[in-house]
């Protein structure tokens, strides 16, 4: 199994910037796809933004589409997400997950089977 510990989270205004790293450990990190998740309060958990094993392929929420920018260095065992012009419905709490299941770029929740503990990301208007 993996072990996912995001950090980067924090307050920023419209239009601004933030990046999340996940660090990862146990198992090898490359054997995962990646993907991040993120719950705004009152709402369900919803799918941002992953990536393949190899980081050559990535798939996108249309909602971050162009803002958004999903990564990941193997050989470091860190994944990233740099998220440009930020807006308050950005706000939540975004999750590092990894699933290992399925050969395609999943978006589905339930899919996944190790999560981060979740890091806050709070966009003011």
């Known amino acids: 199994q993996v072990q996912l510990v995001e950090s980067g989270g924090g307050l920023v205004q419209a239009g601004g910037s933030l990046r999340l790293s996940c660090a990862a450990s146990g198992r090898t990190f490359s054997a995962y796809i990646m993907g991040w998740f993120r719950q705004a309060p009152g709402k369900e958990r919803e799918f941002v933004a992953a990536?393949?094993?190899?980081?050559?392929?990535?798939k996108y929420a249309d909602s971050v589409k162009g803002r958004f920018t999903i990564s990941r260095d193997n050989a470091r065992n860190t994944g990233a997400l740099q998220m440009n012009s930020l807006k308050p419905e950005d706000t939540a709490v975004y999750y590092c997950?990894?699933?290992?299941?399925?050969?395609?770029?999943?978006?589905?929740?339930?899919?996944?089977?190790?999560w981060g503990q979740g890091t806050q990301v709070t966009v003011s208007s």
């Open positions: 990536i393949s094993r190899s980081g050559g392929s990535t």
């Open positions: 997950a990894a699933e290992a299941r399925t050969s395609y770029i999943s978006s589905r929740t339930y899919e996944y089977d190790y």
